[in-house]
Structures are given as structure tokens and as C-alpha cells.
């Protein structure tokens, strides 16, 4: 009885440890990348070796640019690739979008997403440099 008792409690944890996993990843699935941007048509190709399975007409795919989800909406599947339009709030960003870019399908809440950035560090200011300069100002104080 005891330890059944433990294999039932180990068996919960790894379930919750696995399922915040599984929900922690914060991109959307990988489609393709984007192979050509025709301005004046105001498109984006997006490429990928499957698009005929994986892009549908009228899909919602995003590219990050600056750190913001543009959404783009397939206009055109073909075989390898799709042509797509650039459509939400972030759509005047789209002129920015560089070839080699990776496209994720769109889902649900990816606008929220804020991709985690290292803090900067000046080269002429470290942080022992802060530090010493906090505690000589108390000093003096």
C-alpha cells in the first residue's frame, strides 16, 4: 500500500513536469522560412519543403520582427511554397522582414509573447563596477 502510494505520487509529479514543459514553449510550430518578398506586390514567399500539407489557403502564419509577431494570412499554397500577405496590428512592419526568416503557425495568445532578452552590460561598466560605486556613495553619505 505504501508504495503504490509512491509510485502515484512520483507518476503525478512527472506528469505536471512534463505538461508545463509541453505548454512552455512559446513559438508556434516551425512551417517554413521566408525564400522571397515582392514589395510591390506586397507579398512574402514563404518556403518549406512540405507547405502543400502544412500551409492551407487562408492560414495565419507570423514572422518576428523586432521582437513582434507580424501575422500573415496564405493568399496562395502551392506544392513548396505559399504566397502571403501581411494583415493585424503589425502589419507596417512587414517591409522588414529579411529572406532566410523562420514562419510559425499562428496560435492563439502569440501577440502577448515577449521574447526574453540577456541584460546589457556596457564594456566600460560591469557590474562589480556598480557595485562599488553604490557602496562608496553610502560610505560618503
Known amino acids: 500500500m505504501y508504495f503504490m502510494r509512491k509510485i502515484i505520487f512520483i507518476t503525478a509529479i512527472l506528469t505536471i513536469a512534463l505538461s508545463g514543459i509541453l505548454y512552455s514553449q512559446t513559438e508556434g510550430g516551425k512551417v517554413g522560412e521566408v525564400k522571397q518578398i515582392s514589395k510591390t506586390a506586397g507579398e512574402v514567399i514563404v518556403g518549406s519543403p512540405t507547405a502543400s ?16 509577431a507580424v501575422q500573415l494570412r496564405a493568399t496562395f499554397p502551392m506544392q513548396t511554397i505559399s504566397k502571403c ?26 501577440e502577448d509573447i515577449i521574447p526574453v532578452q540577456d541584460p546589457v552590460v556596457k564594456p566600460d561598466e ?8 553604490l557602496r562608496t556613495q553610502r560610505v560618503m553619505q
Open 85 to 110: 500577405r501581411a494583415e493585424g496590428p503589425n502589419r507596417e512592419l512587414w517591409p522588414k522582414i529579411k529572406t532566410g526568416m523562420t514562419v510559425y503557425r499562428w496560435k492563439t495568445g502569440i
Open 53 to 68: 500539407k502544412d500551409i492551407k489557403m487562408g492560414d495565419l502564419l507570423y514572422v518576428r520582427v523586432e521582437g513582434k
Open 126 to 133: 560591469t557590474r562589480t563596477d556598480k557595485r562599488l560605486r
